[in-house]
């Protein structure tokens, strides 16, 4: 076992001096994406990793996508951008299933990249990745991975003098589930009205007082504004 050991130690050390070299001879200014399981080795070395197996058009496929989520989204802009595979918005995936995967890679800021054929995407689908390219700024609070499969996730803003929430919501089931979104859940105020707006159709929901309610179709996304009403 000691021995097992100092050889992965080794390997591990090799593995560095080779990145080292390529990072030396590539320079600062370039995009080192590291494509190996999940490389911890390469921390320090890399701009960016992959973090999960290869992803389909496909709802299941998604499900590579959204496991790499959960289990290394610690990790990203903190120690490399989290590279959770493409994001495909072609058929066979339906509008929801698109806008979901959409949804989540855009919540979570990760690394975008697209694999569609975008000659042949349809105008609605191509309207899914102008939303939400390019990915934006933002680094996770958590400290370990998630357990479970969150249906709500919530991005805090602050910008330009304004602040707000993205809140995205989700179904990952077959079937059709009322969701009820607490304003409190979201660490804000009680005894305040806020305003809620839908971000795919851009539609202003209404000025709520607690929380609200939203049913959410099959294996579905939907990702929503919410700002203190003035």
């Given at each position: 076992?000691?021995?097992?050991?100092y050889v992965d130690k080794l390997g591990e050390e090799a593995y560095r001096l080779g990145l080292a070299t390529i990072r030396r001879v590539i320079g600062p200014n370039r995009f080192l994406l590291g494509c190996w399981g999940t490389p911890l080795e390469g921390i320090g070395f890399m701009n960016g990793s992959r973090t999960g197996g290869d992803i389909s058009a496909k709802w299941r496929g998604m499900m590579f996508g959204l496991r790499a989520t959960l289990n290394w989204y610690f990790l990203h802009n903190v120690c490399w951008y989290c590279d959770p595979d493409c994001l495909l918005v072609r058929p066979p995936l339906t509008l929801d299933q698109a806008r979901a995967w959409?949804?989540?890679?855009?919540?979570t800021g990760q690394h975008?990249?697209?694999?569609?054929?975008?000659?042949?995407?349809?105008?609605?689908?191509?309207?899914?990745?102008?939303?939400?390219?390019?990915?934006?700024?933002i680094r996770?609070?958590?400290?370990?991975?998630?357990r479970?499969?969150?249906?709500?996730?919530?991005l805090k803003v602050s910008r330009e003098g304004e602040t707000y929430d993205v809140v995205a919501i989700f179904n990952w089931g077959e079937g059709s589930e009322p969701l009820t979104v607490k304003f409190s859940d979201l660490g804000l105020p009680k005894n305040v009205?806020?305003?809620?707006f839908e971000f795919w159709t851009w539609r202003y929901i209404g000025r709520f007082e607690g929380g609200f309610g939203v049913l959410l179709p099959p294996m579905s996304g939907r990702a929503f504004i919410v700002k203190r009403a003035e």
């Open positions: 076992e000691l021995m097992a050991d959409a949804t989540l890679y855009a919540v975008l990249m697209a694999s569609d054929d975008l000659t042949k995407l349809p105008p609605e689908r191509m309207a899914i990745l102008q939303k939400v390219f390019p990915n934006l700024d996770p609070v958590d400290l370990y991975p998630y479970g499969r969150p249906r709500i996730w919530d009205k806020f305003d809620v």
